[in-house]
């Protein structure tokens, strides 16, 4: 029997190696699960599926590696991507975990700390593009505050600018076929952390010398975190042709950070989200940043992984019957029918229509009178969504 819901090269489905590799630890608990190997947890994708394997610089080479023993993990790893065909679509790097970028990296106040980081991002970016990766993710773990005493946000927005259009110029200088994509977050581990949300990094990527470089990697747990909609930030960026990464997860609205499976808590937002990047036609990497619950061995982390994919390719299945289903398209072709009468309105401003505009009367109460069939649709959807058609 065929699985319709098998992962397939081409879902580019893919996870972090912090991801599967979590080993439960929290502020309030020590790890419950053994650490694997970066070699181990290779295969461990390969065995649920997964088309490709991300990571921050530190996950794959430990912060106090010696370069020898740097070249060796990294040929076990090479070896290990050989064996099972896993690719690396995507890297990043470390600039939260150590305690030199306890005030941030590219935002801190401290001279040294800001160079090293840029250093340790060059570093990494080699290793990335030496790797194959064609995204490179810049979350701000630490670039914010707990008291804005501390801190002025005109000269952290400064100092990340310029250490993201020094990195541009680096990656342009090495020749490597690389784009940036920034992860946005509104707080945790920092009390607040810099450009919170997608439209924050939007703006900010068109104050940067080389926008054309940079875009976004939304995730759904960092809007969810702040109450947003996630798939109106996903869709504004698809809008700008910024979407090159996504993170996919989630949570419950309001909460801490809790980087659940995908599709886990929030079933009608993750079905919409996944429409639209079904419709839209997105290319990317379906990248999930989640860990399995902390309950879990590592069986259960299979299933955790298993999970993310399975449910998203479900999700698509049923978006492609959205938009077959008679009923729910004729309320939709119902509810976006064009006037004609109003035609002269396309194609943008003219004094012309600007007047004949003017002259226009409208029955506002008619208007304010339509009843739109919005429940009808909605229950259509749910009732689909929940396998009743
Ligand atoms: C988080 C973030 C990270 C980043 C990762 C890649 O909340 O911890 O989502 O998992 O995505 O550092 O840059
Ligand atoms: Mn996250
Ligand atoms: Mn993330």
Redesign the pocket.
């Known amino acids: 029997m065929t699985d319709h819901y098998q992962p397939l090269p081409e879902h580019r489905f893919t996870f972090?190696l912090?991801t599967v590799g979590s080993t439960g630890r929290d502020p309030f608990g020590d790890p419950v699960r053994q650490k694997l190997s970066p070699v181990q947890l290779v295969h461990l994708l390969a065995e649920v599926g997964a088309y490709g394997v991300n990571f921050?610089d530190n996950d794959l080479v430990p912060i106090d590696a010696t370069p020898a023993e740097r070249d060796q993990i990294v040929k076990d790893f090479k070896q290990a991507l050989a064996e099972t065909g896993l690719v690396v679509p995507m890297a990043?790097t470390n600039l939260f975990f150590d305690p030199a970028f306890k005030d941030g990296a590219f935002t801190s106040n401290d001279a040294q700390v800001r160079a090293y980081a840029l250093q340790k991002t060059m570093r990494a970016i080699d290793l990335g593009a030496e790797l194959g990766a064609g995204v490179y993710?810049f979350?701000g773990?630490r670039e914010g505050t707990e008291s804005d005493a501390t801190k002025n946000p005109l000269d952290a927005g400064k100092r990340f600018r310029e250490a993201l259009n020094f990195l541009c110029e680096y990656v342009k200088d090495q020749g490597y076929a690389l784009k940036f994509a920034l992860?946005p977050?509104p707080n945790e581990p920092r009390s607040d952390i810099y450009l919170p949300t997608v439209g924050a990094m939007l703006g900010f990527i068109a104050t940067l010398d080389h926008p054309e470089m940079v875009g976004v990697n939304p995730?759904v747990a960092?809007e969810h975190m702040a109450g947003l909609n996630f798939m109106h930030a996903v869709a504004q960026a698809w809008d700008a042709g910024k979407l090159f990464h996504i993170?996919l997860n989630d949570q419950k609205f309001g909460r801490y950070?809790q980087d659940f499976r995908f599709g886990a808590e929030m079933i009608k937002q993750a079905f919409f989200l996944v429409r639209f990047l079904e419709d839209v036609g997105y290319q990317g990497s379906r990248h999930f940043?989640a860990h399995a619950y902390r309950t879990g061995d590592y069986e259960d982390v299979k299933a955790f992984a298993r999970g993310c994919m399975r449910t998203y390719l479900i999700l698509k299945e049923k978006a492609a019957r959205f938009n077959q289903d008679a009923e729910i398209q004729a309320l939709l072709a119902e509810v976006t029918a064009q006037d004609e009468s109003l035609s002269f309105l396309n194609g943008g401003y003219s004094r012309q229509k600007a007047d004949r505009l003017k002259d226009m009367t409208f029955d506002r109460v008619a208007l304010g009178a339509r009843g739109l069939p919005y429940e009808r649709l909605d229950q259509l959807t749910v009732e689909l969504l929940l396998g009743v058609r």
């Open positions: 972090g912090w921050h990043t993710v979350w773990g992860e977050k995730e960092h993170d950070d940043d």
